[in-house]
C-alpha cells in the first residue's frame, strides 16, 4: 500500500511567443539529471489542427530518497497553436515554434509500506490521528527538499523563456 501526501502543487509557468522546445526538453533532461531524478515520460501527445500543433508532454521525475519514501516531482507542458518558424539571432538562422504554452509543475513524496502492521484498520486510524495532530512522522522531513527543488525547477524554467524573449528582440 502507497501513502502519498502533495508537497508543491500547482506551480505553473503561461508564455505566448517564440520558445525552442527541444531547448526546453533538454533543460528538464539536465535538471533531472543534476538533481539526481530519473525520468519517466508519462505522456506524450502531437495533435494537427488548422490552426497549428497542439502538443502534451507529461513526464515524471523520481529520486528514492530511503527504502520506503520516494520523491516525485510531475511536469506537464501543454502548447496550443505551435507553427514552427525560422529566426536569425547572430547572423545565424535557428528553428523555433511559435505558440501558447503553459507549464504545470507540482510534486508529491509516497510512502512504500508492504506488509506493515500499520495497516490494520484500527492501528491505521490511531496512526493517522497521532501523525497528523501529535507527531509528525518520517514524510515530513524530506518535504523541505523536494519543495526546494521544484521550486528550483519552476524557476529555470522561467529563466529559459525570459531568455528565449530576450532573443527574438532585435
Wanted: hydrophobic share 40%; no cysteine.
Amino acid at each position: 500500500m502507497v501513502e502519498k501526501t502533495l508537497v508543491a502543487v500547482n506551480f505553473r509557468f503561461v508564455y505566448s511567443g517564440s520558445f525552442s522546445i527541444h531547448g526546453l526538453y533538454d533543460l528538464v533532461d539536465k535538471w533531472a539529471e543534476e538533481h539526481h531524478y530519473h525520468k519517466e515520460i508519462k505522456d506524450h501527445a502531437e495533435h494537427h489542427r488548422p490552426d497549428g500543433r497542439e502538443l502534451h508532454y507529461s513526464i515524471e521525475l523520481w529520486k528514492q530518497i530511503n527504502y520506503q519514501v520516494v520523491a516525485i516531482v510531475r511536469f506537464t507542458l501543454d502548447a496550443k497553436r505551435v507553427r514552427d518558424a525560422t529566426i536569425t539571432v547572430d547572423r545565424r538562422k535557428e528553428k523555433v515554434q511559435h505558440g501558447d504554452v503553459s507549464i504545470y509543475i507540482d510534486s508529491l513524496l509516497e510512502r512504500h509500506r508492504l506488509h506493515a502492521y500499520e495497516y490494520k484498520p484500527y492501528i491505521y486510524f490511531f496512526r493517522a490521528i497521532v501523525d497528523r495532530f501529535i507527531y509528525k512522522n518520517l514524510l515530513d522531513m524530506h518535504e523541505g527538499p523536494l519543495a526546494a527543488d521544484v521550486r528550483n525547477l519552476y524557476d529555470h524554467v522561467r529563466t529559459f523563456f525570459q531568455k528565449e524573449e530576450v532573443k527574438r528582440i532585435p
